[in-house]
């Protein structure tokens, strides 16, 4: 199959810190591909510059479905497929949650009531607290608000980042179980997390990010039996 998104090369800067140098990845249509490393390795960036919240990338090149996005606006990125959760649970907090998912239906043809049904369907808690202030919900009712309204566009390419920071374990086998449905349904998902083991577990293939570079690639299975992954990635000896 043809890939979906392609980054070819792609450096970033901030200021004097070299933050991105030459990453080249791929995700293919119906994958969910994990993207793992340590703090400063360059995750996050990667994720802001495909989505366009960084524009302007120092050298290097972004496709999505053949389409050169590089330095686009992210509203542009936006209305071609690719939708951003970003990390750390941004929801409206005055909202209600249906109100926040009203939000993010504005770049899709199908109806609001039918995303909201299938939002709800994943989320049968949302659904129970649709009139609540989006802000009184627990941490856990959070990310799935977040993760909803970014459904609710119907994405081509769901970007994901850290959806599993703070979350108390059985919530963290939630999201995950979320994750992997959403893939199922259709949805390809290029994945940012701390907990490499759940994240290689749902991903088809991952890449390991150090300082800014890939350091490897491989299918998840291949990654979960690589020794220095279970190492220094998976918390095993």
Do not use: W
């Not at 509203?75 to 926040?100: C, D, M, Q, W, Y």
């Amino acid at each position: 199959m043809a890939d979906l998104l392609r980054i070819e090369e792609l450096h970033y800067h901030y200021g004097a810190n070299h933050a991105l140098k030459g990453i080249t990845l791929t995700v293919t249509a119906g994958e969910v591909v994990a993207l793992l490393g340590s703090n400063g390795a360059g995750k996050t960036t990667t994720l802001r510059c495909v989505s366009g919240l960084l524009r302007r990338p120092s050298a290097g090149r972004i496709l999505f479905q053949d389409e050169n996005i590089t330095a686009k606006r992210a509203e542009r990125i936006a209305s071609t497929g690719i939708t951003h959760v970003l990390e750390g649970r941004h929801v409206f907090p005055k909202l209600t949650v249906k109100e926040n998912l009203f939000l993010g239906a504005f770049s899709t043809s199908r109806t609001f009531e039918s995303g909201l049904a299938y939002v709800y369907g994943l989320f049968p808690r949302l659904k129970e607290r649709q009139e609540q202030e989006a802000g009184t919900l627990s941490g856990g009712e959070q990310q799935m608000l977040a993760v909803g309204r970014a459904l609710m566009s119907s994405p081509k390419l769901l970007l994901m980042d850290e959806p599993s920071l703070g979350l108390a374990p059985l919530i963290v086998k939630d999201i995950f179980a979320i994750i992997k449905k959403i893939n199922q349904d259709g949805t390809t998902i290029l994945l940012v997390e701390q907990n490499s083991k759940a994240a290689l577990n749902v991903a088809h293939r991952g890449y390991v990010m150090v300082n800014g570079e890939i350091a490897l690639a491989g299918t998840a299975q291949a990654l979960i039996d690589d020794e220095s992954v279970r190492k220094h990635y998976l918390g095993e000896e």
